[in-house]
């Protein structure tokens, strides 16, 4: 029993997201944060998607404006949401995006990761929301989860380890 509880434990450790410091950006007059994610174990993932699991990433951006004194006020926040799956009949990987009318498709999943979520914009408002010379805070929490799986539970077999498992956070602190 111990055995199986160190196997299982070695195993679920090294699957895991990664995430990539994000930036923001002047976009047309919009506040952009942009970001990636990735995934560690491509090898397992894969056979996770071919055994017919529907897994979807969850990315929250938030823009705080720093308080001293007080909790930080909330300026803008935006949600990512992917869903990915294997098409068995068509021997594809499929990922739906929400800037995307149609999925993504491909047979090799490290492309459509890196096509979907090597790079990833998310719109927070007008570049107008900052003042110069106020202190800001953008906080990214990104996690995976199966597609019917209740809030707040994470994948157990997949992502979970005893470290950090598929939930990442970011905060990026700055002076406009």
């Known amino acids: ?13 090294a699957q895991s997201l990664s995430l990539m410091a994000p ?14 994610v990735t995934v560690e174990e ?3 993932l894969k056979g996770e998607l071919e055994d017919g699991a529907v897994l979807v990433l969850k990315c929250s951006v938030n823009l705080f404006e720093e308080n001293n004194y007080w909790l930080d006020s909330e300026l803008a926040s935006v949600l990512f949401k992917s869903v990915i799956e294997f098409d068995a009949l068509k021997r594809e990987f499929v990922m739906s995006l929400p800037d995307r009318e149609t999925p993504l498709r491909n047979k090799d999943l490290g ?9 990833i ?13 106020t202190k800001y ?11 019917d799986a209740p809030e707040g539970v994470m994948r157990y077999v997949y992502f979970w380890s005893w470290d950090a498992g598929a939930d990442n956070s970011f905060q990026l602190d700055f002076t406009y």
Do not use: C
Not at 23 to 32: D, F, I
């Open 23 to 36: 930036s923001l950006a002047n976009v047309n007059g919009r506040l952009t944060a942009r970001f990636g």
């Open 42 to 44: 491509k090898p397992v």
């Open 111 to 119: 492309q459509l990761l890196e096509d979907g979520w090597g790079v």
């Open 1 to 13: 029993m111990v055995l199986a509880a160190f196997i299982f434990t070695g195993i679920a450790s």
């Open 121 to 133: 914009e998310a719109s927070l408002g007008s570049w107008a929301l900052l003042d110069r010379g």
């Open 137 to 147: 805070s953008l906080r990214l929490h990104t996690s995976m989860t199966e597609e």
